[in-house]
């Protein structure tokens, strides 16, 4: 079933990922990290596996790395900008955004279905960034998701809706 949400086909979520999709190993997420401002280990739910967003969402935030690993060494070493005139690094700012679209038109995410996941949105609606809850059912989890895409509120005579950010819809897969 296709809306203009999230794909569902046989009780099963339409997920992607820029990367591999196999079940890896998580090692680099062990330490307490800062993000937006608040601390948090984000660690993931088990030590193996994938992360993904539900089709059509995605953060690019939590996967750019990916595609700077393909930069050209020069753009993946570090530079002392004071040592530049603004100039020469107006054109190497333009010229590292030129090379990343190249990167990001050539190398696409991978789209997958999947049936159980971890997500950091609870039975309740309410989410938690640095909190996992395990979803054996697309359905069950696609209604609760649905109400925190957005949010609705009144001020006065006018109805607004605000959007929330994408990076809440994370998931962690640990089954293909």
Known sequence: MKNNIFTIKNNKLLCWRLGPVNIQKQKHYNKDVEVFGLSGSHKPPESRGVWAFPYPHYDFFFCYHQYKRHLPKKF???IDTDKYS???MEKYWEEYESTIEKIRKRIKPSTFY???FYS???PN???NYNEWFYWDSVKDWERVA???IAQRERHKDRLYTINFGKDHLEIFITRL
């Open 76 to 78: 993946q070493l570090s």
């Open 86 to 88: 603004d100039e020469y």
């Open 114 to 116: 999947i049936g159980e």
């Open 120 to 122: 950091h949105i609870f």
């Open 125 to 127: 609606g309410l989410t």
């Open 146 to 148: 649905r109400k925190t």
